[in-house]
């Protein structure tokens, strides 16, 4: 069989289980004639697990209008926020604090997101995490 021409990458972020028709899905596959629903009801399928998750999707368009998608790990900020069980981190990062976390939480998270991240060990990843962290207003243990 011959090779598929990749005509397009895009690359969505989407709550877990509730990708639909509308914005931002809709305008993103349509303007590359792809099927719409075809797509948001195998993405629910995919992801119906992680209810409430931000899972990203990287969806390959073919030049015959097909495609095929990948999802990922929910990205570093969601799981932040899951791990404190806060709703959104800091509007003033450098003033008010959203919260700590600490060193195990630290390598929790990073353990969790390491085949996404760019980073050769585990401290490499724990120090990704936790610059997206204290963006977020977010204080790191430093034991």
């Not at 990708?19 to 195998?42: R, S, V």
């Not at 095929?68 to 899951?82: C, E, I, M």
Request: glycine share 8%.
């Amino acid at each position: 069989m011959a090779k598929k021409r990749v005509t397009a990458i895009i690359k969505l972020q989407i709550p877990a289980g509730k990708a639909t028709p509308g914005q931002p899905i809709g305008p993103a596959l349509g303007q590359h004639g792809l099927n719409i629903m075809a797509f948001c009801k195998e993405y629910n399928e995919r992801t119906a697990s992680q209810e409430g998750f931000i899972i990203p999707a990287e969806i390959t368009v073919y030049h015959d209008r097909s495609f095929t998608f990948v999802t990922k790990q929910p990205p570093v900020s969601d799981l932040v926020r899951r791990t404190l069980g806060i709703d959104k981190g800091s509007s003033t990062p450098r003033r008010t604090k959203a919260g700590t976390l600490t060193k195990e939480q630290l390598y929790e998270v990073a353990r969790s997101k390491m085949k996404d991240l760019n980073a050769q060990d585990i401290d490499a990843a724990a120090s990704i995490v936790a610059g997206t962290a204290r963006s977020m207003g977010i204080d790191v243990q430093s034991d």
